[in-house]
């Protein structure tokens, strides 16, 4: 387990409906996505996201690990679009954007 005590980090957090329609609309409607974030250098330190299969959250959590959310999320989208070939990968990115948008909030 992470020990997040000696960083400056948030948490933050973000959800997005599923397509109806999907075969994982069927188990959940919504995604949700954790981040933690340093706010000195505003890179993601680690994240989390609500699927049944752990290896999913795992796989999109490697995909974001070190990315700066300083300039916006062009870098996330395009690694996300590239590896992530699964449904719902739109509710991904609204989701993981909804943290984004909550840490910039706040840094605000």
């Known amino acids: 387990m992470a020990d997040w005590t000696d960083r400056r980090t948030v948490l ?3 959800f997005a409906q599923i397509p109806k329609g999907t075969t994982l609309y ?3 409607t919504m ?3 954790v981040l933690i974030i340093d706010v000195e250098d505003d890179v993601i ?3 989390s996201f609500t699927f049944v299969m752990e290896k999913t959250s795992d796989f999109l959590a490697s995909l974001l690990r070190g990315k700066s959310v300083a300039n916006g999320m062009a870098e996330i989208v395009q690694e996300v679009q590239e590896r992530f070939l699964a449904p719902g990968q739109g509710a991904v990115l609204q989701a993981i954007r909804a943290a ?3 840490y910039h ?3 605000r």
Do not use: H, I, N
């Open 12 to 14: 933050t957090a973000g």
């Open 26 to 28: 069927e188990l959940s």
């Open 31 to 33: 995604v949700g996505c």
């Open 45 to 47: 330190c680690d994240a």
């Open 100 to 102: 984004v948008d909550r």
């Open 105 to 107: 909030e706040r840094k």
